[in-house]
Nanobody
């Protein structure tokens, strides 16, 4: 089993930046992909970005050029640098991890961290 713990959420003004972190523990040897989803009030959960062990990434069109994912395989940690934040980025952000190679399929989920962007 894998446990994921997020940190770094908060309140920021539009145009500002935040950095999210997610540390994995437990059976981390099985993890191939890690990523971030988000869910805004009244909306479906959506993939923000995923990354494989080899660094291959998949970004949602809405965050390309503003968000950057990075991964430290030795520390089993993934980061999400969010710049030029917009009010529509407000959501609960969930860290995810998966055993396969599909960047849209994940097996493990964190509890989520709130990101609020004020206008």
């Amino acid at each position: 089993q894998v446990q994921l713990v997020e940190s770094g959420g908060g309140l920021v003004q539009a145009g500002g930046s935040l950095r999210l972190s997610c540390a994995a523990s437990g059976s981390t040897f099985s993890i191939n992909v890690m990523g971030w989803y988000r869910q805004a009030p009244g909306k479906q959960r959506e993939l923000v970005v995923g990354i494989r062990r080899d660094g291959t990434t998949k970004y949602a069109d809405s965050v390309k050029g503003r968000f950057t994912i990075s991964r430290d395989n030795a520390k089993n940690t993934v980061y999400l640098q969010m710049n030029s934040l917009k009010p529509e980025d407000t959501a609960v952000y969930y860290c995810t991890a998966g055993d396969g190679l599909d960047l849209t399929h994940y097996d493990y989920w964190g509890q989520g961290t709130q990101v609020t962007v004020s206008s």
